[in-house]
């Protein structure tokens, strides 16, 4: 089964500040409380393409895991699209854009599980992995707010099409 999740966190904060703290994924531990550990693998290019971050997730359900995200694109202050690998494989994309009272941060993630206890329960599970991700997405948005020093406007989040 396959799933597609949409979160959108409203900031007040430039769009370029909030791209600052996503370009450090190795200090995300300090803000989002479920990564547990980022770990640069890989190094990339020119914008970061190519470099690979393994990173260690815990949820509000009593499991953990662990992907590696591979930046697949990066258009500073805009656009980060990273490959999913490892529990988890798919894609993820954060689209950051400029709102009259800040930035609009949109997180697609479309993904399927690698694990087998995942693959085999997800068709009767899918309903709560869904809302462990928009709580996971939640405390994220919750602690870059945090980080920034700025007020979290807005939190939506939801199934895209095709879940």
Known sequence: MNFHLVSEWHLAA????????????????????????????????????????????????????????????????????????????GMGRW????????????YVWQVFPHKAWMRWLSPILSPLFAWNHHAVMRDGAIGMARRLGVELIDFRSFKGAGT
């Open 95 to 106: 689209e950051i854009m400029a709102i009259p009272v800040g930035a609009r941060v949109r």
């Open 14 to 89: 430039p769009p370029e500040a909030v791209w600052n703290v996503l370009d450090q994924p190795e200090a995300w531990p300090q803000w989002w409380p479920e990564i547990r550990r980022v770990k640069l693998i890989a190094t990339g290019g020119a914008d970061d393409e190519g470099a690979v971050r393994r990173t260690w997730w815990t949820s509000r359900l009593p499991y953990g895991f662990v992907i590696d995200f591979t930046t697949r694109a990066a258009e500073k202050p805009h656009l980060l699209v990273v490959e999913a690998s490892g529990d988890l494989a």
